[in-house]
């Protein structure tokens, strides 16, 4: 008898342990620019359930993505180093050269090693998810994965397949694939939520990326509000999958967007009536600036809300993205922080989160305590590189060094902004300040690993 009421204790205190950890719901948008969400000025569209991340927890200013295009800025995400030491530097098809290191420990495998169920939903962008072997999101810590085959295929919403754990599933040539892939990850926080056990949701959604495909209601509905486009055909390729064009991607635009923002809606409610809202963590961001493709008109929307340049550019607007988070049980409501963070910083603040190390690779700081609105650690600076591909020459750099903003473009002279003074990077002023350039070139040679 008593070994039976000391295992029940064991059992019961493992149960509370289980239920003490948050959940924790990360969120990543595709091409989704600074101003692309009405908490952060978007003033054509809006998109409430999005913003309620941000009103009722932590709105970050100053939060960048891990690079200008979408590989590498999920290889950041995944490793938590910054770009000038990540393994890869921009996009580069789709061979093996994009997959992790299976010798490096990456974010879901923080959470397995914590304890926690691990699901991801959407668009890897490290390989064939089909594939067996380095590519596959199940060998890096994943439970299961649910999404595009490849990065080129998440170019469109109508693909002939989706994958479902390594094994590719036929699709009707009406089915938008984004619902299917939102409706798997909703099952997936309900069943872990259900059983009380604490779970990782990574929703890598493609939305609003490439082709301007959105479902057909609500796009009939925007054509209304903006008909003087209806004569414009968006265009864009997916490989050798059917990528349907689009008449009128001006209206195609907020209709992916309000869809979005319902699903995230209906997740927000979901975890309420579960009763796991008060400890669950969401946190909501996007992997680089605003795109240019498949009709989309990051000028008409004022995508990068008043930010220098978009994707594939180290302006501002290519890297500085909205960052939302909430956890009610730990964030005060309608805070707002200028505390300079980025995605690698993601890894080690979930370290923190769920009582594990931090690898010794890892560049990032964690920002929990800025969660907390406690006093928070700050980096001497944020670095980036883009380069296209293993054995190209360095494309681009970039460095954020307090209020300093450092742009060098290939061999051409490096550029100098006061983001304090002037945001949109208009004013180069690195012929007034040769002091602060000598010193922001020291930090690149020190942060710069040449690609091996």
């Known amino acids: ?104 420990t990456v974010l879901p495998e923080i959470f397995k090693a914590a304890g926690y169920a691990t699901g ?19 060998n890096h810590g994943f439970d299961t994965f649910v999404g595009w085959k490849s990065q080129v295929i998440a170019h469109t919403y109508y693909p002939s397949t989706y994958v479902v754990d390594g094994k590719e599933i036929p699709l009707k040539n009406n089915e938008y694939v984004h619902d299917i892939i939102m409706d798997k990850a909703m099952d997936f926080i309900k069943e872990n939520a259900s059983e009380k056990k604490p779970f990782f949701c990574y929703i890598p959604t493609a939305v609003p990326h490439a082709a301007m495909h959105a479902p057909k209601e609500l796009h009939d509905k925007w054509r209304k509000v903006f008909p003087e486009f209806d004569n414009t055909i968006g265009k864009y390729r997916a490989g050798e999958e059917a990528c349907p064009d ?65 994707k594939r550019v180290m302006y501002e607007g290519g890297i500085r993205v909205p960052m939302l988070a909430r956890w009610p049980k730990v964030i005060k409501a309608g805070r707002v922080t200028d505390h300079q963070s980025a995605f690698w910083d993601i890894l080690p603040t979930i370290c923190e989160i769920v009582d594990q190390p931090v690898p010794s690779v890892v ?71 040769p002091e602060v350039v000598s010193e922001i070139q020291a930090m690149i040679k020190e942060a710069h690993n040449p690609l091996k």
């Not at 009103?55 to 290889?75: E, I, M």
């Not at 959407?122 to 390989?127: A, E, I």
């Not at 064939?128 to 199940?138: A, H, Q, R």
């Not at 635009?253 to 979901?270: H, K, R, S, Y």
Request: charged letters at 20%; glycine letters at 12%.
């Open 1 to 104: 008898m008593q070994k039976f009421l000391t295992l029940l204790l064991m059992i019961s205190g493992l149960t509370l342990f289980a239920q003490d950890k948050p959940n924790v719901i990360y969120i990543l948008a595709d091409d989704l620019g600074y101003g692309d969400l009405s908490i952060y000025g978007q003033k054509k569209f809006s998109t409430p359930n999005i913003d309620k991340i941000g009103h009722q927890g932590l709105k970050f200013d100053d939060h960048y993505s891990g690079n200008t295009v979408c590989s590498p800025s999920r290889a950041v995400l995944m490793t938590g180093q910054h770009s000038g030491r990540c393994y890869i530097r921009g996009n580069m098809g789709e061979g093996e050269y994009m997959a992790l290191d299976p010798a490096m």
């Open 120 to 138: 991801g939903f959407g668009k890897w962008g490290l390989g064939i998810t089909s594939e067996e072997g380095v590519m596959n999101p199940l």
């Open 246 to 310: 689009v008449q009128n991607p001006i209206a195609g635009f907020p209709a992916m967007m309000e869809n979005l923002d319902n699903q995230i809606g209906q997740i927000m409610n979901t975890l309420k009536e579960l009763g796991v809202d008060e400890n669950t963590l969401i946190m909501f961001t996007s992997d680089n600036g605003a795109h240019k493709e498949g009709g989309h008109d990051p000028n008409f929307w004022d995508s990068t809300g008043g930010l220098n340049g978009h």
């Open 363 to 433: 560049d990032g700081i964690s920002f929990l305590p800025e969660l907390k609105g406690g006093k928070q650690k700050k980096h001497k600076y944020l670095y980036w590189e883009f380069a296209k591909g293993k054995d190209s020459k360095l494309h681009s750099t970039a460095l954020r060094y307090g209020k300093w903003k450092a742009y060098k473009l290939a061999n051409k002279p490096i550029q100098l902004f006061n983001l304090e003074k002037d945001r949109g990077e208009k004013n180069d002023i690195a012929t007034q300040f």
